[in-house]
């Protein structure tokens, strides 16, 4: 869904100085894995750009722009059977499209790592995307809250959803 009552979300996370920006981007991105890339890659930042996208109340994806090194992790390989955006990721991670009967768990995918140098592990990473009672965005929030730009991330969020702050 790309239409403004969309609750799917995608922002951009850089650092400028010693400080992490968040800015929304178009909710299109999360059904455009190249472009949502291509914007990652147009943002000069210190250390890298980060994009997170939150896909209704499916699952999310992570996407670390260093350099000529991109990283993508997907927190459930399942929503691959319905979602753009997922199928995408894992043709990125040259992995196949997991069959019906291969459903019955939430599996991520892709670089568990992501953001281990930045002091969330690989462990705390699968644990958060793991966790059925969390809906994408809360899923983000934590991963932003770790890695040291929650609040950015939140005024960025409301900004994406036209929520009065």
Do not use: C, H
């Amino acid at each position: 869904m790309t239409d403004s009552e969309s609750d799917d979300v995608a922002v951009v996370v850089y650092r400028e100085d010693a400080t992490w920006d968040v800015d929304p981007l178009p909710p299109a991105l999360t059904e455009d894995l190249a472009g949502f890339i291509q914007v990652l890659r147009q943002q000069p930042s210190i250390g890298g750009t980060i994009g997170l996208a939150a896909v209704e109340d499916d699952f999310f994806v992570a996407v670390r722009v260093i350099g000529a090194q991109t990283s993508v992790f997907l927190s459930d390989l399942t929503a691959a059977v319905d979602w753009p955006l997922a199928r995408q990721v894992m043709a990125y991670l040259d992995l196949d499209i997991p069959e019906d009967e291969d459903l019955d768990q939430v599996l991520p995918a892709g670089d568990l790592s992501i953001f281990a140098d930045l002091g969330l592990d690989e462990m705390d990473l699968g644990m958060i995307a793991g966790n059925l009672d969390l809906f994408p965005d809360e899923a983000l929030a934590i991963i932003a809250s770790k890695l040291g730009f929650g609040q950015a991330y939140e005024r960025a969020l409301t900004l994406a959803l036209g929520r009065v702050p």
